[in-house]
């Protein structure tokens, strides 16, 4: 069974900086693409950014330029580095891993920025 494990949230001031990390257990493959998505309160979910099996990565405009993706899709393992965190920032953050046939979410780890 796979299983999706979130790490690195917290609580953090404006311009501060947290580093997300997921790592996968068990296996998947063929997988299109891992990526992060966020939900704030009162709000949908919504995507951040994610890393194509090619390595290719794509940014929500939000935070284009602040936040950087980076994983290894043979290690199972995603990463997030979040830099000029603004309070707008303030949300759950998802792993997510889509392969062929499959959909696999983490339960998320809260990141909260104070202004």
């Known amino acids: 069974q796979v299983q999706l494990v979130e790490s690195g949230g917290g609580l953090v001031q404006a311009g501060g900086s947290l580093r997300l990390s997921c790592v996968a257990s068990?296996?998947?493959?063929?997988?299109?693409?891992m990526g992060w998505y966020r939900q704030a309160p009162g709000k949908q979910r919504e995507f951040v950014a994610h890393?194509?099996?090619?390595?290719?990565?794509v940014y929500a405009d939000s935070v284009k330029g602040r936040f950087t993706i980076s994983g290894d899709n043979a290690k199972l393992s995603l990463y997030l580095q979040m830099n000029s965190l603004k309070a707008d920032d303030t949300a759950v953050y998802y792993c997510?891993?889509?392969?062929?046939?499959?959909?696999?979410w983490g339960q998320g780890t809260q990141v909260t920025v104070s202004s």
């Open positions: 997510r891993v889509l392969s062929i046939g499959d959909d696999y």
């Open positions: 068990g296996n998947i493959f063929s997988i299109n693409f």
């Open positions: 890393i194509n099996s090619g390595g290719v990565p």
